[in-house]
């Protein structure tokens, strides 16, 4: 009696696994931040501004997640096809985990999440993950290349910047000499692998133009977003705003990333809106510091909500998909 009931259990815990490791993230997240801040004090700071000024900025960061979907959606289209929400909370779960790990060690659920959801590859989703990080921190870069070129004001420093900004074009022309040049010299065991690396790859000029377009569009909004929220909680000027959000960004795609980003979200806000021009008398110092702060509660507040929404959309899992 008692095998036939783990029998049982063990289906419903693999079918489930997913929702049970959200559900406790999301308890994680909600208790973390009445202890540490109380949800008081959150819900009273936003007053001052409107609620439809935080509701509006959510939407923007969900409509990201969606975009951010979307990209992997047209990298491996006949995989996921007619799979979008179940794409769409893959996904947030891994953002959810990515913000939840330290060092970016939740990057790891990607691949396995995707093997086990669509039958990818370790392999293979591996290497479609670290080309889309590498686009994501490319564009991160870029963006703070230009507040560089502006202040040296320089042509050579724009031309630096314009051949940093086409380094992803290059780098995928240079992929097929790249791959000749390997395939041929390595053990049979190590040629598959490199099928599987390859395959990770856009497949073709469309894909990657795609993928990179999708890459600086999420980038644009989600900046844009927490400048906003910067300048209006912080009281900056449009510029450090946009180094704020610059600098809280990319303090999470680093190495450098502690649990939930506590703490280092925050201080790469203040060092960015510092960098760019913020005010570094103490009062202006405080009122930064309050609204990176806030800025990151935001980010993690549509985490969990955009995650939830995924859920609901997803629905249960199709009868007889293979787990």
């Known amino acids: 009696m008692n095998s036939d009931g783990l029998a049982s259990q063990k289906p419903w815990m693999i079918r489930h696994a997913m929702t049970l490791v959200t559900a406790l993230a999301i308890l994680a997240y909600i208790a973390f931040i009445e202890w540490f801040w109380g949800w008081e004090q959150i819900f009273k700071l936003w007053q001052d501004t409107g609620w439809l000024t935080p509701l509006a900025a959510m939407v923007l960061l969900i409509f990201t997640y969606v975009l951010r979907t979307w990209r992997i959606h047209d990298y491996f289209p006949r995989e996921t096809a007619g799979q979008f929400p179940l794409l769409l909370r893959l996904v947030q779960v891994h953002n959810l985990l990515n913000i939840m790990l330290p060092f970016r060690s939740g990057e790891m659920s990607f691949p396995l999440l995707m093997k086990r959801e669509f039958g990818l590859s370790i392999t293979r989703a591996t290497s479609a993950l670290l080309v889309m990080r590498l686009l994501d921190l490319h ?16 042509a050579w420093a724009w031309l630096a910047w314009c051949l940093f900004a086409l380094l992803p074009a290059a780098g995928f022309a240079a992929r097929k000499p790249l791959f000749r040049l390997l395939h041929g010299s390595l053990p049979a065991r190590l040629e598959t692998l490199l099928g599987e690396i390859e395959a990770g790859l856009p497949f073709s000029a469309g894909a990657f133009l795609r993928a990179w377009a999708a890459t600086l569009i999420n980038w644009f909004v989600k900046i844009a977003v927490l400048a906003w929220v910067l300048v209006l909680i912080g009281g ?9 959000a610059l600098g809280g960004e990319l303090s999470s795609v680093l190495p450098l ?51 939830l929404l995924s859920m609901i959309v997803a629905g249960r899992r199709r009868p007889g998909r293979a787990v």
């Open 139 to 154: 564009a991160l870069m870029a963006a703070a290349g230009i507040g560089l070129a502006l202040e040296a004001a320089h």
């Open 236 to 244: 900056l000027d449009v510029t450090a705003g946009f180094g704020g």
């Open 257 to 307: 990333h502690a649990p939930g980003g506590v703490g280092t979200y925050p201080a790469g806000i203040t060092a960015g809106a510092l960098a760019f021009g913020g005010g570094r008398d103490a009062g202006a110092v405080a009122a930064l510091g309050k609204a990176a702060v806030n800025a990151h509660l935001l980010v993690i507040v549509t985490s969990v909500a955009g995650t």
